[in-house]
Nanobody, 126 residues
Framework: VQLQASGGGLVQAGGSLRLSCAAS????????MGWFRQAPGKEREFVAA????????YYGDSVRGRFTFSRDNGKNTVYLQMNSLKPEDTAIYYC????????????????????WGQGTQVTVSS
């Protein structure tokens, strides 16, 4: 499975961006997909995850209410709509996938995921 993330950029605080992650190979609709981010000097942080079979979505506390995660199985793509961006959202954003069916608490663990995209930089200016 190969993942290709795109859509990052520079935006002012309060603005919006939409990230995309296109997957190739495998049975996309069955994968759990996730977004993580990593700021300089910090650990990789869970942003959101979406299950393949039920489309149940989970959000990290810092983004809930501002970010929206969605998937289009016909296009083998997931999207992360980011609104009301803050300077603290600045990071490299990574999409990830797993064929497993982890319990919800494990969705926040980067080690749960088998495949990773290359990352896309999001910078929010104040």
């Amino acid at each position: 499975v190969q993942l290709q993330a795109s859509g990052g950029g520079l935006v002012q605080a309060g603005g919006s961006l939409r990230l995309s992650c296109a997957a190739s190979g495998g049975t996309f609709r069955s994968y759990v997909m996730g977004w993580f981010r990593q700021a300089p000097g910090k650990e990789r942080e869970f942003v959101a995850a979406i299950r393949g079979s039920t489309n149940i979505i989970y959000y990290g506390d810092s983004v809930r209410g501002r970010f929206t995660f969605s998937r289009d199985n016909g296009k083998n793509t997931v999207y992360l709509q980011m609104n009301s961006l803050k300077p603290e959202d600045t990071a490299i954003y990574y999409c990830a996938a797993t064929k497993s069916r982890p319990i919800s608490t494990m969705l926040k663990d980067p080690g749960t995921y088998d495949y990773w995209g290359q990352g896309t930089q999001v910078t929010v200016s104040s």
